[in-house]
């Protein structure tokens, strides 16, 4: 069944394209018309393509590895944090900080930092300290927090890239292709798919648009999650089971070896009676 419909699409407007005049040649294949000159999408297409994405979504997050969401447009970043904040996903809304894929051990420290101000807090070494470093401690640690603090749980580089607008986050799209991390992005009419794996062709722009597919696609990865939360359960009462065999079959082995052992020890005396008549007949 699919996730999505042409209907609930509609709907949300993600079939509003840009200007013809500001259109990408490389999304031809999934404009359906013009009108008034605003390129229209197929949407038949994008029901299939966020069906594709969702489903490569649920195999990662089963997987038990991390997606990383990138939007830092000021229309849709809030409706991005809450949803990736849903399935504990990491997201981005701030500005991109350089290096964030590329150069991850660095940003790694930053979020070290961010940490290190805290146990000052908790320890009380923070109230020994003068008003003006309390200020200009609460300044960056607040600064760290408004941009790392959404990826203070990545402990690695994230398996895959979920993006709002290749254009905007271009730089996060670069860094994903050099490291051979899978790309997810929600590609409008004047964007250039080829560095997307998986491209959902829709309006970027609009807050209800970007939330309809963000819900199917989080639904996916909350799937994935749940399905392996299962499993991991299932291997546990397995292994539970195991064990509980072991121990009631140890004395139950006890009790056989104790049964066997005359039948041994007189296997063993008849075979040194046997060893010891071999040399006499000699």
Known sequence: MSRTNFDMLLQAGCHFGHLKRKWNPAMAPYIFMERNGIHIIDLHKTVAKIDEAADALKQIAKSGKKILFVATKKQTKDVVAEKAASVNMPYVIERWPGGMLTNFPTIRKAVKKMA?????????????????????????????????????????????????????????????????????????TNSDPKDVDFMIPANDDAKDSVEVILNACCAAIAEGLEERKVEKADEKAAKEQAEANAIEDKPKRARKARKDAPAKEEEAAKAEETAEEAPAEA
């Open 116 to 188: 290190n101000i805290d146990k000052l807090m908790n320890d009380g070494t923070y109230s020994n300290l003068s008003k003006r470093e309390i200020l200009q401690i609460t300044r960056q640690r607040a600064k760290l927090e408004k941009n790392l603090g959404s990826i203070a749980d990545l402990t690695r580089l994230p398996s895959a890239l979920f993006v709002i607008d290749v254009m905007k986050e271009a730089i996060a799209v670069k860094e994903a292709n050099r490291l051979g991390i899978p790309v997810f992005a929600i590609v409008d």
